[in-house]
C-alpha cells in the first residue's frame, strides 16, 4: 500500500504571483512542458504563525532530507553511489525574499506548485487543477482570476525528495487548494497605479472610487480547510 503524503495547511498570509487558472510555462531559457500551477507565500518571521509555520517546514524538510539519505545509503550497492549520497545537500523550501537589488525585504518566501499535465507510468494523461474557495467555503466563481496581494490559506501535500543533478534534497509543498480571504484580481491591462493614476489625489471622491464589491476581510475567524 503507498504510503499517504502528509496533508498541511499554511497560516492566513498574501499570495505573490499566484498562477492557479492558468499554467506557467516557463521561458526559453528554462521552459516548463508540462506546466504548472502555483503560488508563493510571503511569510513575516515576526507574525507567530507564521514563524511556526516555517519552523514545521524546515522540521519536515531536514527530517525528511535525513531519512531518504540514509533509506538510499542502505540500498545502495557500489561505492559511487554511497559518495554520491554523502555528497548531497539539504535546500530550504523557506526561501529570503529580495527586491529588485537584491537587497533582503525582511520577509521569507514559500512557493507551493504543482505539475499541470501528468503523464502516468502507463502513457495516460491527465490535468491537475487547484481548488479555490472563498472566505465561507465556496468555490470561486471560473472566470475570477486570483491575483498578486490577495489573501488566504493554500492546502498543499508534502513530498520528500532527492534530485541527482543539483545533489539537493528536502520537501517539494504540492499545490492542492486555496482559501483566499482577500480577493485582488489578475487583470490584463495592468493596475491603474501602473498607468500613472493617483488614486489618492485631492479631487478623487470616495463614494466614486469604492469597488462594487469591498473584499472580505482577512481575520483568523475564516475558514481553515
Known amino acids: 500500500m503507498a504510503k499517504k503524503n502528509l496533508l498541511l495547511t499554511s497560516p492566513h498570509c498574501e499570495f505573490l504571483y499566484p498562477k492557479l487558472e492558468t499554467p506557467d510555462y516557463g521561458t526559453d531559457d528554462f521552459p ?13 518571521p515576526e507574525n507567530d504563525k507564521h514563524a511556526a509555520f516555517m519552523e514545521k517546514l524546515e522540521e519536515l524538510g531536514e527530517g525528511s532530507f535525513d531519512s531518504l539519505i540514509a533509506e538510499k545509503t542502505a540500498e545502495a550497492k557500489t561505492p559511487k553511489q554511497k559518495k554520491q549520497l554523502k555528497a548531497m545537500e539539504y535546500a530550504s523550501v523557506v526561501k529570503v525574499e529580495e527586491d529588485d537589488e537584491g537587497e533582503e525585504t525582511g520577509r521569507m518566501l514559500v512557493t507551493c506548485k504543482v505539475k499541470f499535465t501528468v503523464t502516468t507510468k502507463k502513457g495516460e494523461t491527465f490535468e ?3 481548488v479555490r474557495f472563498d472566505k465561507r467555503g465556496i468555490p470561486l466563481d471560473g472566470e475570477i482570476e486570483v491575483g498578486s496581494g490577495s489573501r488566504g490559506q493554500a492546502s498543499f501535500e508534502v513530498i520528500p525528495y532527492l534530485m541527482a543533478s543539483s545533489e539537493k534534497g528536502g520537501i517539494s509543498l504540492r499545490l492542492k487548494a486555496v482559501m483566499v480571504s482577500k480577493l485582488e484580481e489578475k487583470t490584463g491591462g495592468g493596475t491603474a497605479e501602473s498607468h500613472g493614476f493617483d488614486l489618492g489625489g485631492e479631487d478623487a471622491d470616495e463614494d466614486e472610487n469604492k469597488g462594487i464589491d469591498d473584499p472580505i476581510e482577512d481575520d483568523d475567524d475564516g475558514l481553515d480547510f
Open 32 to 44: 516548463m512542458p508540462d506546466g504548472a500551477l502555483s503560488v508563493k507565500l510571503i511569510l513575516d
Open 128 to 130: 491537475n487543477k487547484v
